[in-house]
Every structure is written in structure tokens, then in C-alpha cells.
């Protein structure tokens, strides 16, 4: 399938803020496709509009094979199946794993507010990462949809 071939979802009552869909690129970039889009039988999105538009942004076009998942749902299903995805993703931190994680790892690629409560929000994350040296990146290869050319990104 291709990226192309799918639709966003016309009345997806989920938002997506220009921070949220720049760090699920980052994480594509970090880590590949590791969450597959959910699309109906005609393919419409279900599940993955801030994947789809990640995608998008970064000139994906040919998908494989598991990164798009096709569900046979009628349309009430599928708006359910929507608003419960996105609903049952809600939850609590739990804060004192949180300490003992946030700590431990560098977030500096992404621009992440955990919405934390203060006694977490106090955490200098910089304390803990000044005399790291810089992680160097492998770099990922992109291909052009258009004209085919590797890109390094």
C-alpha cells in the first residue's frame, strides 16, 4: 500500500498540535515505524492520523506491509473503535517510577512536557546530561517519492 492511498479521516475529533506530530517525525526517525495505521476497508484512517501526517512530512509514500493494518469494521465501529482509542490512552504517571526514569534519559531530540506534577518538574534534566558526551546519531536513508534519490536524515 501506499501513503498515498489513504485518507485522513474527515471528523476526527482528535487534535494534533504541529509539537506532538514534529516529535512522533523524530521518534520515526529515531526508532522507524514501530505503530502500524489503522485504516476501514477504504481506507480511511481509523487509528494513526499523527503517524499518517509524520509519515507525510517525512516523504514516506511506499509502506511495508506492517505498517498499515486494514480492519473489516462497519462505520459505527469504526467511529467507536476511533474514540476509544484515543480515550483508553488516557492514564496516570506513576510518579515515583517516573523519578527514577526521566532522569535516566535524553529526551533532547524531542520537545516533551510530560505535564508532570511539580515535585517531578523540578528534575533539572540538564544536571543530569551536561558532561554526557553528545550521542552521535546513525543517520537513516530516505528515498525520494518523486525522483527516487537517497537522502541521509
Known amino acids: 500500500m501506499r501513503l ?3 485518507k485522513p479521516y474527515k471528523k476526527n475529533a482528535k487534535k494534533h498540535e504541529e509539537t506532538q506530530i514534529k516529535n512522533v517525525m523524530q521518534s520515526i526517525k529515531e526508532f522507524g515505524v514501530v505503530q502500524p495505521i489503522v485504516v476501514d476497508r477504504t481506507n480511511t484512517i481509523i487509528i494513526g492520523h499523527c503517524r499518517y501526517e509524520a509519515m507525510k512530512r517525512l516523504g514516506y509514500d511506499e509502506l ?4 498499515v493494518k486494514v480492519v473489516d469494521l462497519s462505520e459505527e465501529e469504526a467511529e467507536k473503535l476511533r474514540l476509544l ?22 529526551f533532547s531530540d524531542f520537545e516533551i512536557d510530560f505535564n508532570l506534577p511539580e515535585e517531578v518538574q523540578d528534575i533539572n534534566l540538564d544536571d543530569f546530561f551536561e558532561d554526557a558526551p553528545p550521542k552521535e546519531k546513525e543517520p537513516k536513508k530516505i528515498q525520494c517519492p518523486h525522483c527516487g534519490e537517497w537522502f541521509e536524515v
Do not use: A, C
Open 4 to 6: 498515498s492511498e489513504i
Open 64 to 67: 511495508q506491509e506492517d505498517w
Open 85 to 106: 482509542d484515543n480515550k483508553l490512552n488516557e492514564s496516570e504517571w506513576d510518579i515515583e517510577l517516573l523519578k527514577d526514569l526521566v532522569p535516566s534519559i535524553d
